[in-house]
């Protein structure tokens, strides 16, 4: 079992770090988002979300002389070839604003039928810079989008995420549930398995 009692998380999205403090709570590491440390954001050029990952995660670990945990996550919508996808964040330009991003979506979407969709989250733990093995793991949340918001909870595409087997969006979905069901949520198990089956 890999033991880490300080990790930087190369976000600075107060979302993220709450559910990711939440879920390694259990193993006791102390997580510690990147801007706290004065490290500014990683550049994310990549086309695939394990590279701009890997990247976040190798930026953050070298200037916070610690093991670094990154991921990059999005909304891959059927019927835009996988768009938003690695451009979630930023899918209607700077500054990032979730209600833009959003709003374009949405319009996109007018008059389209098929509304499925999926958030991708890779997770990427490296335990220095120069990790030749990093530790990688991904997980799938699938669903269909919906116009109208629904929810007040999560952030992101969330309140326009519908869960159809839970009935609810994402930004309806109670915290807990929310976690047992969604992309990070399952990143990070497989993350945490790996963790504890590494030696």
């Known amino acids: 079992m890999i033991v880490l009692s300080r990790l930087v998380l190369a976000s600075n999205n107060a979302g993220k770090l709450r559910e990711f403090r939440r879920l390694l709570a259990p193993l006791g590491v102390d997580l510690i988002a990147q801007g706290e440390l004065g490290i500014p954001e990683a550049d994310e050029p990549h086309v695939t979300f394990v590279e701009n990952a890997l990247a976040k995660a190798r930026h953050a670990s070298a200037l916070a002389k610690l ?30 604003s979730d209600a833009r991003n959003n709003a374009k979506l949405i319009a996109e979407l007018q008059g389209v039928a098929d509304r499925r969709a999926h958030y991708a989250c890779v997770l990427v733990l490296v335990r220095h810079a120069d990790d030749p093995e990093p530790i990688i793991a991904e997980g799938q949340w699938h669903g269909t989008i919906v116009d109208a918001p629904r929810g007040t909870g999560g952030f992101g595409y969330d309140a326009h995420f519908l869960d159809e087997g839970a009935g609810l969006t994402g930004a309806e979905l109670p915290l807990e549930r929310k976690n047992e069901r969604s992309h990070r949520g399952k990143a990070m198990r497989a993350l945490i398995a790996r963790l504890r089956e590494d030696v």
């Open 67 to 96: 093991p670094a945990l990154a991921d990059d996550s999005g909304v891959c919508v059927r019927a835009l070839d996988g768009a938003p996808g690695v451009h979630s964040a930023r899918y209607a330009g700077e500054p990032k």
